[in-house]
């Protein structure tokens, strides 16, 4: 039998053919040494192998993961507390905004500007900053913290017992520079996502450091970036006003000149920057251009009049005294032609009727022809007044052709003062505005929420230091397993005898406790009375002519179960009636004559050495008190038992 492990299964053929040793060994010498077929391929996972193998090396995993556990918390002991505290700031990223002329553009929430604050945070002069606002420099149990990791924190959490160098021992540069390095090193900024957050985290043993190095590094940067924008304006101030000196000088210089070219040139400026002759030229077009209008105007009047439509004009018509002597001249007719009707014209009423009439008359027509001879004069005097126009207007086109040759060179020193004044007022302005925004000093950023002091530390954590060495633990007893396993040739499994091997099984039989032993075997219920039966069977149905005559239990190692088996094997076969000698050829270590309660005495061994007499052998073979069965033991042990087994 070939299981190391107790589970003791017998082999066969199969197929009907007698289990004979021939059919084993030929079966065998189709395999490599080892007895698997180097052409196969390894079996795949199985969950049922993980399972069978951690049953079998459960006392190899207990004892690693308990080692796993101690190494774990000795480890956590080693570790010194750290404690953490976390400051929230919030970066404002400016819009855009446009001072006149410059436009100052800046998208919202620019990940770069983000991005460069988080960098301007780790930087080394704000850690210097920090270190100086807070006096670390001094503080020796910031600049000499317990190591990390060391033995001495076993015997500090024990007793208490530490010691840190002295801050003398260090220039006051090698003290700024070791708080500077603590800073950084223990210093982590990140960025929130989605957000313009930044978060500012300390680590440090002592849980005031952790908090009041965030909640400054915060404070700090604040101040820095208000600082930089004090500086930043002052710096542009100065640089305006530089530059208003210049322009301020070529100012007045441009202006001289142009007031000087002007004086010898006799050009006359008015107070819309026009010459005074181009201005009497506009003034004079556009009094031109009103007489003309009005001279048509009383020429169209003077036209009705020639054509004797004069009684119709406006001016007749709107005239109150003429107006009332048509009305009054209109009444007399009317009462002359109602009169006529009754009285004759030769009558006296009717000859003063008459006379009125004509009265009033001569006295409308002298009003109309008044009224049209002031009309007439007035078309006369816009004829004469547009023509004097024309004239002035004709000289000051003469003097504009000498004053245009003249003003070339004062359009060419008038544009230069209006370039340096229009750079006067910008400057001007800008330096206003400059001055404006420096006193205003905008935050850039703002503390969102404050670190406050931690109440445990976040590290070490006995959970995850315990989980992290009991996982690499078990990892190393499941290398160790797996080496066993692959340094072990022997057979673990019924599946292994099959495919190794080529051979059916027959059975498999169950391990029992050798204290248990005596009383399974006596048990015809018991598990192992069952297991045995069942490979009777099997042994019965193996070959066509039933079970194989002679039958050879034998295994790799000793102590497997061969007499048991044999034991077993023979009461079975006897129960069925059948005639069985069960022979013990185990020289060594033999155990069948105690099963069947017989003297080991004489057996196997003398009569292999010809030392039986003849009138004792039929005693070598013993009968027992089970029916049927017949035993040979083994008999003397001898000193050499393969050079007895293998002699002819």
Not at 258 to 287: C, F, H, P, Q, R
Not at 300 to 311: L, T, Y
Not at 495 to 503: D, F, M
Not at 550 to 566: D, H, Q, R, Y
């Amino acid at each position: 039998m070939l299981d190391r492990n107790r589970q003791h299964q017998i082999a066969g053929p199969g197929h009907g053919q007698a289990l004979s040793a021939d059919l084993y060994y030929d079966g065998a010498q189709n395999y490599s040494p080892y007895g698997r077929d180097y052409s196969e391929q390894d079996e795949g996972f199985s969950p049922l192998k993980l399972l069978f193998y951690a049953v079998q090396y459960r006392w190899l995993i207990v004892m690693m993961a308990a080692a796993g556990l101690v190494a774990g918390v000795i480890v956590t002991m080693m570790q010194t507390p750290k404690y953490q505290a976390t400051t929230q700031l919030e970066v404002l990223v400016p819009s855009a905004k446009v001072f006149q002329d410059i436009e100052v553009v800046s998208e919202n929430a620019d990940v770069r500007a983000f991005l460069t604050a988080r960098e301007k945070l780790k930087s080394r002069a704000l850690a210097q900053r920090v270190a100086f606002q807070l006096g670390l420099s001094e503080k020796p149990d910031f600049l000499f913290p317990t190591p990390d990791f060391s033995l001495g924190n076993i015997f500090y959490r024990a007793f208490g017992i530490s010691k840190s160098p002295s801050v003398e021992e260090k220039t006051p540069e090698q003290r700024e520079a070791i708080a500077i390095g603590r800073i950084l090193r223990d210093l982590t900024v990140t960025v929130v996502p989605n957000t313009s957050l930044l978060s500012i985290t300390f680590v440090d043993q002592k849980p005031k450091y952790a908090s009041d190095v965030a909640n400054q590094v915060a404070q700090s940067f604040i101040d820095q970036r208000l600082d930089q924008t004090s500086e930043t304006s002052d710096l542009a101030r100065q640089f305006i006003q530089e530059q208003v000196l210049q322009v301020k000088q070529k100012l007045q210089k441009s202006e001289e000149d142009l007031v000087a070219y002007a004086k010898d040139a006799g050009i006359t400026i008015t107070g819309d920057d026009k010459s005074l002759i181009g201005s009497n030229i506009e003034a004079l077009n556009t009094a031109l251009a009103t007489a003309i209008q009005d001279r048509l105007d009383a020429g169209r009047v003077v036209d009705q009049i020639d054509k004797g439509r004069g009684s119709s004009l406006s001016p007749v018509l709107e005239s109150k005294g003429l107006q009332a002597l048509s009305d009054k001249l209109a009444d007399l007719t009317s009462q002359y032609q109602q009169k006529l009707g009754i009285l004759k014209p030769g009558f006296p009423e009717m000859q003063q009727l008459q006379s009125q009439i004509k009265e009033l008359q001569r006295l409308y027509n002298n009003g109309v022809l008044a009224i049209t001879d002031s009309l007439r004069l007035k078309y006369q005097e816009a004829q004469n007044k547009e023509a004097d126009l024309k004239a002035k207007l004709a000289e000051m086109e003469k003097q504009q052709v000498v004053f245009n040759d003249k003003n070339i060179k004062y359009t060419i020193l008038k544009r230069e003062v209006d370039s340096n004044r229009s750079q006067y007022d910008s400057l001007i302005a800008k330096l206003n505005e400059v001055g404006v925004s420096s006193e205003l000093k905008t935050q850039t950023a703002a503390i969102v929420d404050f670190a406050t002091q931690p109440n445990s530390p976040y590290s070490p954590r006995v959970s995850i230091n315990v989980a992290i060495a009991l996982a690499l633990f078990l990892a190393l007893s499941a290398s160790i397993i797996y080496v066993i396993e692959l340094l072990n040739n022997t057979f673990t499994n019924p599946e292994q005898v099959e495919k190794e091997l080529g051979l059916a099984m027959l059975g498999i039989l169950p391990l029992v406790d050798d204290r248990e032993l005596v009383a399974a075997i006596a048990d015809q219920k018991s598990g192992l009375s069952e297991a045995y039966r069942s490979l009777r069977t099997s042994l019965q149905f193996s070959g066509a002519e039933g079970a194989p005559r002679s039958l050879v239990v034998t295994s790799s190692e000793p102590s497997e179960g061969k007499s048991t088996t044999s034991f077993k094997l023979g009461q079975d076969f006897a129960a069925l009636g059948a005639r069985v000698l069960i022979v013990d050829g185990d020289l060594r270590k033999p155990n069948l004559h105690r099963l069947f309660g017989l003297d080991n005495t004489i057996g196997l061994s003398n009569l292999l050495t010809n030392t039986v007499r003849k009138e004792d052998l039929a005693s070598i073979f013993r009968a027992t008190k089970y029916p049927n069965v017949t035993v040979l033991t083994s008999g003397t042990i001898p000193p050499n038992p393969a050079d007895l087994l293998s002699s002819p």
